[in-house]
C-alpha cells in the first residue's frame, strides 16, 4: 500500500468491553511502532515490533493492553475491560530497519472514545 | 527522565511572517525529528535531522548539538501552515520521545 493503514478510523466503547486496533504498516517496513496520544497532548510510545518479535512494550500502560505481530506485518492492538482513561488517538507508524535512523511514516491514527 | 521541551505552546501569526519553533532536549541524541499534525490526526514526518541544517521549500531545520537545541522556522508563512508542529527525538533508541506540539495558527 501507500501508506500505513489504521482501522476503524473511529471507534466507541462503553467502559469494559474490549477493542481491537488494526495497523496495516508500509510494505517491507519491518519496524512498526504504536504511540497513545491524548488530547492536546503529544504522542507517547507505547510497543514497538521488529518483524513479529516485540522488542518494547515498555510503554504500554497496564496488562489489559496487549499488541501482537505475528506475521511480521498487520499488528493489533487489543485493549480489554477498556477505562475511560483509555479515551486517546492510537497511532501506528512503521519504518525500515535501524529505525533511530530513519523517518517514521505513521497511520491517521484510530480516535478511541470510551463511554 | 529525557524529555522534549517545545516552545511556544501557541503560536498565531499573519500570513507572510517568519516563523520559528523551537525544541530543546536533555541528553544525546541520535536523531531528531520534526513532525506536522494536521487536525483529524494524520501526522507527517517533515525533518529528520542529526547535525547542521536541512531545507524544504519554505521549511528550515536546524539543530545545535552542543545546546542540545532544534529550531523550525517557516518563511513567508501561510494560512496553510497552520498545524500542530511537534519535535520527537531517538534518545538513542528506536522509539520516539514526542514534545507537546506547537499549535500554529497563520491568518490571512
Known amino acids: 500500500g501507500a501508506g500505513v493503514s489504521q482501522s476503524p478510523r473511529y471507534k466507541v466503547a462503553k467502559r469494559g468491553q474490549d477493542v481491537a486496533l488494526r495497523c496495516d504498516p508500509i510494505s517491507g517496513h519491518v519496524s512498526l511502532f504504536w504511540y497513545q496520544q491524548a488530547l492536546g497532548q503529544g504522542p507517547e510510545f507505547l510497543t514497538y515490533f521488529q518483524n513479529e518479535a516485540q522488542l518494547d512494550k515498555s510503554g504500554l500502560p497496564s496488562d489489559r493492553f496487549f499488541a501482537e505481530r505475528p506475521e511480521g506485518s498487520v499488528s493489533t492492538l487489543k485493549i480489554q475491560r477498556t477505562q475511560q482513561e483509555d479515551s486517546a488517538v492510537y497511532l501506528c507508524?512503521?519504518?525500515?530497519?535501524?529505525?533511530?535512523?530513519?523517518?517514521?511514516?505513521f497511520g491517521d491514527g484510530t480516535r478511541l472514545s470510551i463511554l | 527522565k529525557n524529555e522534549v521541551e517545545q516552545s511556544p505552546q501557541n503560536l498565531t501569526a499573519q500570513e507572510g511572517e517568519f516563523i520559528t519553533i523551537n525544541c530543546s532536549y536533555s541528553v544525546g541524541i541520535s536523531a531528531l525529528h520534526w513532525l506536522q499534525q494536521h487536525p483529524g490526526g494524520g501526522i507527517v514526518s517533515l525533518f529528520m535531522l542529526s547535525s547542521g541544517k536541512k531545507k524544504h521549500g519554505r521549511l528550515i531545520a536546524t539543530i545545535n548539538i552542543q545546546e542540545k537545541h532544534s529550531s523550525l522556522h517557516i518563511t513567508a508563512s501561510h494560512p496553510r501552515d497552520s498545524a500542530v508542529y511537534i519535535c520527537a527525538v531517538n534518545y538513542n533508541t528506536d522509539k520516539l520521545i514526542f514534545g507537546t506540539g506547537t499549535r500554529l495558527q497563520v491568518f490571512p
Open positions: 507508524a512503521s519504518s525500515g530497519p535501524r529505525a533511530r535512523n530513519q523517518p517514521q511514516h
